[in-house]
């Protein structure tokens, strides 16, 4: 009786060989994959996906899913065996498809519309004052243009990243900018999948709050000389 492969060894396994049949290069696949939504991902995160070493979030699937055009039942493949979804828990891989419900061809018949990603489309800048693009100045973000295009990355991460240094989310993402180039989330999302692979997996469940921490820290200092 053949082993059973556990999910995300099959998931790995079906962005691989998806990969290969849409004739992508890692490069052309990871900026494929960052217009989706999946800004952090580079090269070396697809090859950590493909070799099965990252484990692949609901909502990274998804958004896989929707830049590559299958759905999750087609990635799964047509018949990837027995597939443990829990230890000692299994399904035949035919179940698991069921489970999934193979929606491809309706999701390669809807218009482009319907899958238009924002982080697809280059984000419009937020209107800024002069006084503001002073501050962010001196923050490291220079120019109106650049500081709007801050501003505008401003999500749920930034404003519970300020509120636990006590400044306001403009502020705390424009000092993220200023000193690492990317927004809070942007920065802590490429931390956390670099150190994935060097961290053991009873720990990755506590990453995510160590590198927000670091991160805080971080950005503490560099608001404190500015």
């Known amino acids: 009786m053949k082993r059973a492969k556990s999910l995300r060894a099959v998931l790995a ?10 004739g992508l290069s890692g490069e052309q696949a990871a900026e494929l994959l960052r217009s989706y939504g999946l800004v952090a991902w ?11 070493v990252r484990p692949l979030p609901v909502e990274e699937l998804l958004l896989a899913c929707a830049a590559y055009r299958v759905s999750v039942a087609e990635l799964v493949g047509p018949d990837p065996g027995q597939v443990e979804l829990a230890a ?5 891989g035919a179940a698991v498809r069921a489970l999934l419900t ?7 018949a809807l218009p482009a519309e319907a899958l238009d990603v924002p982080a697809a489309r280059p984000t419009p800048p937020v209107p800024t ?8 100045a001196r923050l490291g973000v220079r120019g109106r243009l650049e500081v ?22 403009e502020r705390l993402v424009l000092a993220a900018v200023g000193r690492w180039g990317k927004p809070f989330s942007a920065e802590r999302d490429a931390r956390i999948a670099l150190r994935r692979t060097t961290t053991a997996p009873d720990r990755h469940i506590t990453l995510r709050g160590l590198v927000t921490r670091e991160m ?3 950005l503490q200092d560099h608001l404190a000389v500015r």
Do not use: C
Request: proline share 3%; no cysteine; hydrophobic share 45%.
């Open 102 to 108: 193979d929606g491809g061809e309706e999701l390669r």
């Open 129 to 136: 004052s002069d006084a503001l693009v002073a501050a962010a």
């Open 148 to 169: 709007g295009r801050a501003l505008a990355a401003i999500g749920e991460a930034e404003r519970n990243a300020a509120r636990r240094l006590g400044v306001t989310p």
């Open 216 to 218: 805080l820290a971080e």
């Open 88 to 92: 000692g828990a299994r399904l035949p």
């Open 42 to 52: 580079r090269v070396g995160t697809l090859t950590q996906v493909e070799a099965g």
């Open 13 to 22: 396994e079906g962005m691989a060989r998806v990969r290969a049949e849409r």
